[in-house]
């Protein structure tokens, strides 16, 4: 079965330093990989998605980046954070096809001071 | 272009009664419909989807939805709500003929089962 990890699980840090939070996804091959924010426990904004190796959408202009090294490898960094950045992101994985079902780790909540 | 509306911020009803979270959603051509629920601190877990056949669609946990075409809804009801269902619902739609994968989600639902 597949199954979806993401690190670190919490994470405080100061403002203007930079970010690395890791997803990877096992049990598949050649997903699609979806970066999310969500704010103040509600809705979810799509920041990044990958459909393959070094291929990376952006959703929303920020000074936010990601990457896909590996098949089933998907980063997000920062090199200076703000205090908006604070926030529960989200990574989900699904396959190639219009209607495969999105499904989603367990978050790393990132507070910044 | 494709959205969904959640029209309740919050539903609350007695364990055993039960339980129905509203969704709308307005796409082009036709959906691909989503059911997803957040426990706190939690990832989103998968319920159900709606992709062609039966209107109604069962899913985990005692969950089903019924796909309405013509009203544009796709409700998420339990017969007999229990207090573990308190949580965070999201629908999310996605037009067939969109060519990015990406989902519209709505702003969530706050379920509130008491005892």
């Known amino acids: 079965s597949q199954t979806i990890h993401q690190w670190p699980a919490t994470l405080v840090q100061p403002v203007g330093s930079p970010l690395s939070l890791e997803c990877t996804v096992e049990?598949?091959?050649?997903?699609?990989l979806y970066w999310y924010r969500q704010a103040a426990g509600r809705g979810l904004q799509l920041l990044f998605y990958?459909?393959?190796?070094?291929?990376i959408s952006s959703e929303v202009p920020q000074n936010l980046s990601a990457s896909r090294p590996q098949d089933r490898q998907f980063i997000l960094s920062s090199k200076k954070l703000l205090l908006s950045d604070s926030g529960f992101y989200l990574c989900?994985?699904?396959?190639?096809?219009?209607?495969?079902?999105?499904?989603f780790g367990p978050g790393t909540r990132l507070l910044v001071l | 272009a494709q959205s969904v509306a959640q029209p309740e911020d919050q539903v609350n009803v007695a364990e055993g009664n039960p339980l129905t979270v509203k969704c709308t959603y307005s796409?082009?051509?036709?959906?691909?419909l989503f059911w997803y629920v957040q426990y706190p601190n939690r990832g989103l877990q998968f319920l159900l989807k709606?992709?062609?056949?039966?209107?109604l669609v069962k899913g985990s946990y005692g969950f089903e939805a019924e796909f309405n075409k013509s009203q544009t809804s796709f409700h998420l009801k339990k017969p007999s709500a229990l207090v573990s269902d308190s949580a965070l619902y999201f629908c999310?739609?996605?037009?067939?003929?969109?060519?990015?994968?990406?989902?519209?989600f709505g702003a969530g639902t706050t379920v509130t089962v008491r005892a």
């Open positions: 989900a994985w699904s396959g190639q096809g219009n209607q495969e079902t999105q499904y």
């Open positions: 049990g598949t091959s050649n997903p699609n």
């Open positions: 990958s459909v393959g190796i070094g291929q």
């Open positions: 796409v082009s051509g036709n959906p691909y």
């Open positions: 709606y992709i062609t056949g039966d209107n």
């Open positions: 999310a739609v996605r037009d067939i003929y969109s060519n990015d994968y990406k989902l519209s």
